[in-house]
Nanobody, 115 residues
Framework: QVQLVESGGGLVQAGESLRLSCAAS????????MGWYRQVPGKQRELVAT???????NYGDSVKGRFTISRDNAKNTVYLQMNSLQPLDTAVYYC?????????WGQGTQVTVSS
């Protein structure tokens, strides 16, 4: 079983930055893609960013140029640097890992951006 522990969420004002972290533990062999998704009430969970073991990143259109995903493979940790935050970025952010096709989710961390 894979456990994911997220941290770094909070309340910020528009234009400010936050950095999310997600540490994987447990049966963490063969984790390939790690990433972040977000969800607001009444809407589907949407892609924020993903990154492969080799460092290839993919971003959702709404965050390109503002957010940066990175990972430390030795620490089994993925990060999300969020700059120029806007109220529309307010959501619960979920860490996600793909392990040989099995998908694991974190418990989510709230990010709230005030105008």
């Amino acid at each position: 079983q894979v456990q994911l522990v997220e941290s770094g969420g909070g309340l910020v004002q528009a234009g400010e930055s936050l950095r999310l972290s997600c540490a994987a533990s447990g049966s963490i062999f063969s984790i390939n893609v790690m990433g972040w998704y977000r969800q607001v009430p009444g809407k589907q969970r949407e892609l924020v960013a993903t990154i492969t073991t080799g460092g290839s990143a993919n971003y959702g259109d709404s965050v390109k140029g503002r957010f940066t995903i990175s990972r430390d493979n030795a620490k089994n940790t993925v990060y999300l640097q969020m700059n120029s935050l806007q109220p529309l970025d307010t959501a619960v952010y979920y860490c996600n890992v793909n392990q040989l096709g099995a998908v694991h989710w974190g418990q989510g961390t709230q990010v709230t951006v005030s105008s």
